[in-house]
């Protein structure tokens, strides 16, 4: 019998686990700032990033085939969590996204961005592949009765996610580029009802992404004054704390969404190319899991949620710097917030599961 | 079987799986790419132009008002201060709706509806020239349990703010509102006459008088300072400031103590009172009653207080000094007596007989004389003293318009004086090519018999007669009038004096004709039968003076003058003009009472006050 190293036995991935304290150290620096120097908003944010990374570990021990084993159920369940929360959630900013159980509040459309990959995973691994049609379609219904519930809170941002993580998971599996394209064509299609169904600020936001210097105090203030502050940061940045688009707060949303504009102002160029290896390091390390897995629901699993964490990363990048029309997504293990934390460090148990029980079956 | 055949196909699977990895592999480098280029075009490629944008994003330009110039007496009384106010204001760029926090703010503070309207406008200027970071005043000069009220409630009204700043006040309110004038809110139309770099910040500008006129003495040079904001707009440090340098302090000519006097014997009258140094012009009382309480205008007076000011029948918004343009009547005389020596067509000893009235010959028109039954044989000295009429209708007649023109105009009659604050009026020497202008008529002798005692046409301000009665106390040397002596620093108290001007010297063939003139004047008070003779007892020193009464309706030929029977608007204005002492002329006055009669009974005894006054400071007067 092989020895198992410390990181075998307590079923850790060491490199992933360092390099994400590393980056939760950077964002809570970053916090620290954008939240003009409250330290009780960075002690907050520890705390809650503390819980997800124990959550993160936990997940990490559970056996990957129990994961498989329970990944239907999972899947129900967060559907009728999304339904509950349309008669019974809370209203936010609009929005009915919210489900309070007295002890603490949480959004169930979080849970689906993990139970959706969960479930296409488990229903392709057990199908040929690449998968046929049929297959293709039902991977649609699974991503569609979600996607459709979460837009009707609306949250488009996160249906937005939960698709790409379904469609990741869909396209590692071996989708014909033929449908592929199919679909792409259909989605440009349906874009005319995504616009009659969206609401009036999502068409502002998308109208003014498309040219916002047209209405420079509202809806293209955001993008404009991001821009500001990544453009003045320069190659060096202002360093850490002397950001004034952030200080002065000119900056909107900037501890949450548009914490990355925060971050360029401060470090510059530099610093965004040092974030973006830190980003890339943990996307191989993931898509590294997902090639040496044991079987295709790991294959596909680990490679989808590590997919899916790089368009977060993309989106949120693309809005700050007016590439994409500004939709709610924050920067994964930067942005300050509880919620998308938990769900983030939750997939990377998920990774590390996957990883750690392939070594013991394969001894 | 069915084992092996998933085993085999589980190979080209994971394969299949490991192949779109490293596509998505190459798709998310590309991806990243991207970004990062995105990210070199805006942090290094753009850096500048960024840069720039985020600066004016931060840091403001503030202008710093200068304090204004305080305007003090001769005697060193302040006449014009800066009071502290609070105001309360509204930046624009921190309020979402501005009806609902103005709605509150009723509630604690009382805001009027000349505020809602001033402040609206402002409001939407401001949004129009994107200024949103500056604030407007909602209400001004709030009280002081306004300002405590607004304090506890601050917390509560975001964007809103009491600033302190500085706003004029004229303690002496309506006594010399004529001659300091007053600052107001800068205008519209000012707006396209100032250097607006000069007024960022400034609210007021002068408006009126010496206020106006001294403008830019008084407003001083705005200084700036950079400040770095906040999105709000709220000033977070200041990076650099430059301090603005204050206006000038200002000394007036003005001697409270005579212009004290001027203001008690025109109470609940309409008039003017003018009194100038005739040496060097200062301008000692510069009296027009009725006036008004400048302190109003200073913050925009109301619509209902202006209109009664405007419709009132004493016209109190008038200048009478500068504007208010009167017959000279027989003050006049003194003039007429010179210019007739000076070109020979009387000597001292030259009598006309006075019957009465005159008529030219070949003409049945009789011109009267204010005496009915005349005053028989007359020369210059008793024309003079007595204001005989007969005398200088047949003086006129004999000098022609023409001479007579010239030698008034050499006075000053029909031109602006020059004095140092504006809207002077001209006043009217007619003349022939005058009357053949505007009335395209040719000159008419009767109308140069007239003009002889001061009637017809002719017209002069108050002010004119003053400089003109100062030129004659100088023996012909003219001196322009003047309401600001000089200067004085506000930091370092360092006194400029303003030049005397001296505009030139009347010249006459012999000299003794300003002392026989002169002479004749002082027997107007001093010699028995001289009109103002009570005005003139028990002087202790030696004063010249001449009465005028300005007709101001036309009495038919054969109807008299009872004062008491006519409408006080159509009594005739009483006139006096005098300078003392006689010697060597120290103060000159012209006093103007509208609708008080004769010069002799109204006029001349304030001239008297004035005087004694005057000549007691000085420590000659005798006691008892």
Not at chain 1, 79 to 93: P, Q
Not at chain 2, 386 to 392: A, G, L, P, Q, R
Request: glycine residues 8%.
């Amino acid at each position: 019998m092989k020895e198992f190293s410390l990181g075998q036995r307590l079923h850790i991935d060491f490199p992933l686990l360092f390099v994400i304290l590393a980056l939760c150290v950077i964002g809570l620096a970053v916090i620290y700032s954008a939240g003009g120097q409250d330290i009780n908003l960075v002690y907050r944010q520890a705390i809650k990033l503390s819980i997800a990374i124990m959550g993160m570990l936990i997940i990490a021990q559970l056996p990957i085939t129990e994961i498989a084993r329970w990944s239907s159920c999972l899947y129900l369940f967060s559907i009728i969590l999304l339904i509950v929360v349309i008669f019974y959630g809370d209203v936010g900013k609009g929005a009915q996204r919210w489900l309070d159980l007295k002890v603490f509040r949480f959004q169930p459309s979080e849970i689906v961005k993990l139970s959706v990959p969960i479930m296409i995973a488990y229903f392709l691994a057990n199908k040929t592949l690449p998968p046929e049609s049929s297959s293709v379609i039902a991977v649609c219904i699974i991503i569609a009765i979600p996607v459709l519930l979460i837009a009707k809170q609306p949250d488009l941002g996160t249906a937005l996610l939960v698709a790409a993580a379904g469609f990741s998971v869909l396209f590692v599996a071996g989708i014909s580029w033929r449908l592929l394209i199919l679909m792409g064509i259909l989605a440009a299609a349906a874009t005319p009802i995504l616009w009659y169904v969206m609401h009036d600020y999502q068409k502002r936001r998308v109208l003014f992404f498309l040219n916002p210097e047209n209405d420079p105090l509202n809806a293209g203030y955001h993008i404009i004054q991001s821009k500001i502050a990544i453009g003045s940061g320069g190659l060096y940045g202002k360093g850490w704390l002397n950001g004034t688009q952030s200080r002065l707060e000119f900056l909107p949303e900037r501890s949450t969404d548009f914490i990355f504009a925060v971050y360029c102002e401060e470090f510059g160029m530099l610093g965004v190319l040092l974030l973006l290896c830190i980003y890339l390091f943990i996307i191989s390390r993931g898509l590294y899991i997902a090639i040496n897995a044991q079987n295709n629901f790991g294959r596909l699993l680990a490679s989808g949620l590590t997919l899916t964490f790089f368009v977060y990363i993309f989106v949120n990048m693309g809005m700050v710097i007016g590439q994409l029309p500004v939709v709610g997504v924050p920067l994964p293990l930067i942005s300050h917030g509880g919620t998308s934390m938990v769900t983030l460090m939750a997939g990377f148990g998920v990774i590390m599961a996957i990883h750690r029980h392939k070594r013991f079956l394969s001894f | 079987m069915a084992k092996q055949f998933i085993l085999k196909d589980q190979d080209h699977e994971s394969y299949l799986i490991t192949r779109r990895i490293y596509i998505s592999a190459i798709i998310i480098l590309l991806l990243v790419i991207m970004i990062i280029s995105k990210i070199f075009y805006l942090t290094v490629l753009q850096h500048e132009h960024f840069t720039t944008l985020s600066k004016s994003n931060r840091i403001k330009i503030q202008p710093i008002p200068p304090i204004r110039g305080l305007i003090y007496s001769r005697d060193g009384i302040i006449l014009a201060e800066n009071k502290p106010t609070f105001s309360l204001v509204v930046t624009p760029e921190q309020i979402e709706n501005v009806d609902e926090v103005v709605a509150r703010l009723k509630k604690i503070i009382s805001i009027d509806g000349a505020d809602i309207e001033r402040f609206e406008s402002a409001f939407k200027a401001a949004l129009n020239k994107k200024r949103r970071f500056e604030n407007i005043p909602l209400r001004l000069n709030l009280k002081k349990e306004e300002v405590a009220l607004f304090a506890v409630n601050r917390h509560r009204f975001p964007g809103v703010d009491v600033i302190a700043g500085l706003s004029r006040y004229y303690p002496l309110g309506e006594k010399l509102v004529h001659t300091i004038g007053y600052v107001a809110r800068i205008d519209k139309d000012d707006v396209k006459q100032i250097d607006k770099a000069k007024y960022s910040g400034t609210n007021y500008i002068g408006k009126l008088g010496i206020e106006k006129s001294y403008e830019s003495l008084l407003h001083g040079v705005a200084g700036y300072q950079q400040v770095e904001v906040n999105v709000e707009g709220r000033v977070i440090r200041v990076m650099d400031r430059t301090a603005p340098k204050p206006g000038a302090n200002l000394h007036l000519t003005i001697d409270l103590a005579l212009q004290q006097i001027a203001i008690d014997a025109l109470e609940g009258r309409r008039g003017a009172i003018v009194a100038m140094d005739p040496r060097n012009g200062d301008v000692l009382t510069f009296a027009s009653s009725p006036g008004y309480d400048p302190n109003k205008f200073v913050d925009g007076i109301d619509g209902k207080s202006y209109n009664a000011l405007l419709a009132s029948k004493d016209k109190p918004l008038i200048n009478r000094i500068l504007q208010g343009e009167y017959p000279p009547g027989s003050t006049i005389k003194p003039f007429m007596g010179l210019i007739g020596l000076d070109n020979g067509v009387r000597t001292l000893l030259d009598e006309s007989w006075c019957p009465g009235w005159f008529s030219l010959k070949g003409h049945t028109h009789r011109y009267r004389d204010w005496k009915k039954q005349g005053h028989g044989h007359t020369g210059l000295h008793k024309a003079i003293m007595e204001s005989c009429d007969v005398y200088f209708y047949a003086l006129a007649h004999e000098l022609g318009i023409d001479r007579i023109f010239a030698g008034l105009s050499a006075f000053g009659f029909g031109q602006v004086t020059g004095i140092d604050i504006g809207g002077e009026a001209d006043g009217l020497l007619p003349s022939r090519e005058w009357k053949r202008k505007v009335l395209d008529q040719a000159w008419f002798p009767g109308e140069t018999l007239i003009l002889g005692i001061g009637q017809g046409y002719a017209l002069s301000t108050p002010m004119q007669l003053a400089k003109a009665t100062a030129s004659l106390a100088n023996r012909g040397r003219v001196v322009r009038p003047r309401l600001v002596s000089g200067t004085s620093h506000p930091i370092t108290n360092k006194v400029d004096m303003l030049p005397n001007m001296l505009e030139g010297q009347i010249t006459v063939t012999d000299n003794t004709h300003w002392e026989a003139v002169i002479n004749a004047m002082q027997e107007v008070v001093h010699g028995v039968g001289g009109t103002a003779w009570r005005s003139g007892l028990n002087a202790a020193y030696r004063f010249a003076g001449k009465t005028g009464t300005a007709q101001v309706i036309g009495i038919a030929q054969d109807e008299e003058y009872i004062e008491e029977s006519i409408a006080e608007e159509f009594r005739d204005h009483a006139l006096f003009i005098a300078f003392a002492p006689v010697a060597s002329p120290e103060i000159a006055i012209a006093i103007i009472v509208e609708n008080a009669g004769a010069g002799s009974k109204v006029a001349a005894p304030i001239a008297r006050r004035m005087f004694d006054n005057f000549m007691s400071n000085r420590g000659l007067v005798s006691k008892g």
